[in-house]
């Protein structure tokens, strides 16, 4: 063999043998602490060889043939590597490498200048900025999302006048699905706005940290798995991650910090004085995670994410986390999902609050199912003296499925039943999530935190209450609550209103600091709350319910009401009830801020 022809055939020798492993890996199940580590261990190490080999070799490669595009497949494909490792285990070290590949990949034009005509090339260029957009989305670089698709709206429009016997209508729709979704989230239409991580600085208050730090429960549970899942006809997500569940997940990590988090241009400029990424070097400094994450965060849960799983798949999933939970932990589960009375796209259960001259009057929506709300009273009748029957447990339920295909796709409140042998902390956001109370007293060894959302949302305008045009406002309040006080109101926050927005954060900053020290000291707190108190994730979800409970009690009057407030079982203090005084008057000074207190009314203390 000539010693020229040796690297090539060495390379392509790599190139099948990482791509084969790469096949294993790829498919794995997405839940689970053992699945494919072994697996990705391999193949990390197969595609690592590769790209030091065409690094050591390129000037060699080059001559025989080594097109810029098949480097960027190399890049692409160990980015691709370490995003799925991050879906796995949710460590944010693997998300950072993925953005890392993915970025040096676009600022170096892998991918550009390899022709028009090989129509195979355009399709990997294409699923390149469709991965590069949700690790963006994820990483919360707006500047880097706005660049991306930009370009690939460009690189679209390119292939329609280039191949014109190729339909690429699913490609437009990706364009369509991340342009509706950054139209709709806070990141993007509210810059100013905080981050839905975790983040010690804004979330982490200094007045309630001493009480939180000497709280201890009998039994203290740590905070390690969540399944988080949404399944709505028609909802705003971008590949497989909904608007909700995207909220939810970043609600459930920490705010990493480091020089990467500062503003800085999403790329080089291509006029003027610029860095050249077109040569022929290839390196990509893989050290700079350690710059981009901050070692000093605790790690953060894992999460399964499921995008419209089928019943068995969601039980199969809860069956396999729940085995698998370390002793002493607690697992999260997130369900946002329509009843069975679920109809045309946009026909949803809502109502609003109108107001004229300081007069409330209230009026439910003509789309109002009245066989629902009559089947709700018969469940709360059938166990009024406290005597549960196996029916009481099969009622309603959370439809998780296509029209049409029957029982199979309904999960019951019974369904959850024996995943209560394990400490579960369970937020249903459903138009039909009250049917879960049953849940409490039928559990099979540790009793269960449940937050129930309201069975209708509550909008000044109607138009807002369509989970498919905005999310869930359950959700929105347990994730950003001021955009969710404001979007209820119909409060516009703009860049303009950065004094506003910064002072109605410090009313609930200060709020919610207030409601951590009365929990912490409270003699009436169930276990149940206690057992997790201690985990900031969890406590913050906590008392932003609370929050949320406040606001919607301040609106609705008592009578007729039920059906517009969130619940939790089992109870928390009365101290911290919507009536208390440490709680209304949370809502009132907001109110009184924002001049939104004529939606509201208030009980003399």
């Not at 291509?270 to 050249?276: I, L, Q």
């Not at 990509?284 to 019943?311: C, E, Q």
């Not at 009057?361 to 109002?368: D, I, P, Y």
């Amino acid at each position: 063999m000539a010693e020229e022809d040796v690297v090539p055939k060495t390379f392509r020798a790599l190139v099948e043998s990482a791509d084969r492993k790469f096949a294993r890996v790829r498919d794995l199940p997405s839940y689970g602490r053992a699945q494919g580590q072994h697996y990705f261990q391999k193949v990390f190490k197969a595609y690592m060889r590769l790209w030091k080999y065409q690094q050591e070799h390129r000037a060699e490669l080059v001559k025989a043939g080594l097109n810029r595009w098949e480097i960027g497949e190399i890049a692409g494909r160990i980015g691709q590597l370490y995003f799925g490792q991050y879906m796995r285990t949710s460590e944010a070290r693997f998300l950072v490498e993925a953005y890392i590949f993915y970025e040096a990949i676009l600022k170096r034009r892998y991918f550009e200048g390899c022709g028009v005509k090989d129509l195979r090339v355009r399709f990997k260029e294409l699923r390149f900025y469709a991965r590069f957009l949700l690790v963006s989305l994820i990483l919360n670089r707006t500047e880097m999302v706005k660049v991306v698709v930009e370009k690939l709206r460009a690189l679209i429009d390119d292939c329609k006048a280039n191949f014109r016997e190729t339909n690429f209508k699913e490609w437009k729709l990706v364009e369509q699905e991340i342009l509706r979704f950054i139209n709709i989230d806070t990141t993007f239409t509210i810059p100013s706005s905080r981050p839905f991580r975790y983040c010690a600085m804004l979330n982490c208050h200094p007045n309630s940290v001493p009480y939180v730090a000497r709280f201890h429960a009998k039994k203290v549970l740590k905070f390690r798995d969540a399944i988080l899942m949404s399944y709505h006809r028609n909802e705003v997500k971008f590949a497989e991650l909904t608007l909700d569940v995207y909220r939810m997940l970043q609600c459930l990590e920490w705010e990493p910090s480091g020089s990467f988090y500062q503003k800085h241009p999403a790329e080089p400029k291509e006029n003027g004085v610029a860095v050249d990424y077109s040569g022929a070097s290839g390196l990509i400094d893989m050290n700079l995670a350690a710059d981009m994450t901050d070692p000093a965060l605790p790690p953060n849960p894992r999460k399964a994410i499921l995008y419209r799983p089928s019943l068995t798949h969601l039980i199969a999933v809860m069956a396999t986390i729940c085995e698998e939970l370390p002793p002493e932990s607690i697992m999260l589960v997130y369900l946002s999902a329509s009843d069975k009375y679920a109809g045309t796209p946009g026909q949803i259960n809502t109502s609003h609050v109108e107001t004229s001259g300081g007069s409330r009057r209230t009026r439910k929506s003509m789309l109002t199912s009245h066989s629902s709300l009559e089947q709700n009273c018969s469940a709360t009748e059938s166990h009024i003296n406290g005597v549960k029957g196996p029916s009481d447990y099969y009622n309603d339920y959370l439809w998780l499925g296509p029209k049409g295909n029957g029982g199979s796709s309904n999960l019951y409140p019974g369904d959850i039943i024996p995943f209560t042998r394990r400490p579960l902390f369970l937020i249903i956001d459903s138009d039909s999530s009250h049917a879960f109370k049953v849940l409490h007293g039928a559990e099979r060894g540790e009793k269960a935190a449940l937050l129930l959302s309201p069975l209708r949302p509550t909008f000044k305008g109607p138009s807002s209450a369509d989970i498919t045009q905005n999310g869930s406002q359950f959700t929105l309040f347990l994730t950003a609550p001021l955009l969710a006080f404001c979007q209820m109101v119909g409060f516009s926050l703009s860049d303009s209103d950065m004094e506003v927005l910064n002072s109605a954060e410090s009313i609930l900053s200060t709020a919610f600091s207030k409601w951590e020290v009365i929990l912490c000291k409270s003699p009436s707190l169930d276990l149940v709350w206690a057992q997790v108190l201690s985990d900031p994730f969890l406590r913050r979800l906590i008392v932003r319910f609370i929050f949320c409970r406040a606001v919607l009690s301040a609106i609705w009057p008592p009578e007729g009401s039920d059906q517009y407030l969130p619940l939790c079982i089992p109870q928390l203090p009365n101290s911290l009830s919507p009536k208390s005084d440490v709680v209304q008057s949370c809502v009132s000074q907001l109110a009184d801020h924002l001049k939104v207190s004529n939606y509201f009314h208030f009980e003399d203390s």
